[in-house]
Antibody
Framework: EVQLLESGGGLVQPGGSLRLSCAAS????????MSWVRQAPGKGLEWVSF????????YYADSVEGRFTISRDNSNSTLYLQMSSLRDEDTAVYYC???????????????WGQGALVTVSP | DIQMTQSPSSLSASVGDRVIITCRAS??????LNWYQQRLGKAPKLLIY???HLQTGIPSRFSGSGSGTDFTLTISSLQPEDFATYYC??????????FGPGTTIDVK
């Protein structure tokens, strides 16, 4: 059974830093690209960042470029999101999501974690 | 960037109703369009990928259609567990995978 379990959320002051983790199990982690998607309270979904299966390619939404860093440890099947220079508007539930297998022409997110709440407040 | 719109933003329906949600892209995206369901307080769940392909384990009352810029998600007979918010997502643009603003189905 595919499982994604986020951790590391919490309350942080504006300008602070936080690192989220996503522990993956039930599938070959090294085969799949992974993304972070966030959802501000009462709002819709926003894609944040992607990392390829071997970590060689990373992409970021404009809203977090230069402040967030995505990484992965394939030996431990764990995905990370290092967040710095946090702002009020970064307050959200952060989900990790597995991207569809590379053989698929159309990318989609087929499994999601339960989410980790990040609150940026003085 | 490709912008996604959905209509309606919300709708009220009853169990057994046929429900249709539309999604429109600001430019052509072929069939690079996915649909997700999000129940209150839960993570999103993939329903439909590549515009019309039903994800494994999803009931056949859900179906998707469309290509280019206009897409629809149809629920043929609404069930109690289907009251939720539905999001479309385009994955045509390179890594800027934008979501629509969502459509919430509530009880009439």
């Amino acid at each position: 059974e595919v499982q994604l379990l986020e951790s590391g959320g919490g309350l942080v002051q504006p300008g602070g830093s936080l690192r989220l983790s996503c522990a993956a199990s039930g599938f070959s982690f090294t085969t799949y690209g992974m993304s972070w998607v966030r959802q501000a309270p009462g709002k819709g979904l926003e894609w944040v960042s992607f990392i390829s299966s071997n970590g060689g390619r990373t992409y970021y939404a404009d809203s977090v470029e230069g402040r967030f860093t995505i990484s992965r440890d394939n030996s431990n099947s764990t995905l990370y999101l290092q967040m710095s220079s946090l702002r009020d508007e970064d307050t959200a539930v952060y989900y990790c999501a597995r991207e569809s297998p590379p053989v698929r022409v159309v990318a989609y997110f087929d499994f999601w974690g339960q989410g980790a709440l990040v609150t940026v407040s003085p | 960037d490709i912008q996604m719109t959905q209509s309606p933003s919300s709708l009220s329906a009853s169990v057994g109703d046929r429900v249709i949600i539309t999604c429109r892209a600001s430019q052509t995206i072929s069939t690079y369009l996915n649909w997700y369901q999000q129940r209150l307080g839960k993570a999103p769940k993939l329903l439909i990928y590549a515009a019309s392909h039903l994800q494994t384990g999803i009931p056949s009352r859900f179906s998707g259609s469309g290509s280019g810029t206009d897409f629809t998600l149809t629920i043929s007979s609404l069930q109690p567990e289907d009251f939720a918010t539905y999001y479309c997502q385009q994955t045509y643009s390179n890594r800027l995978f934008t979501f629509g603003p969502g459509t919430t189905i509530d009880v009439k």
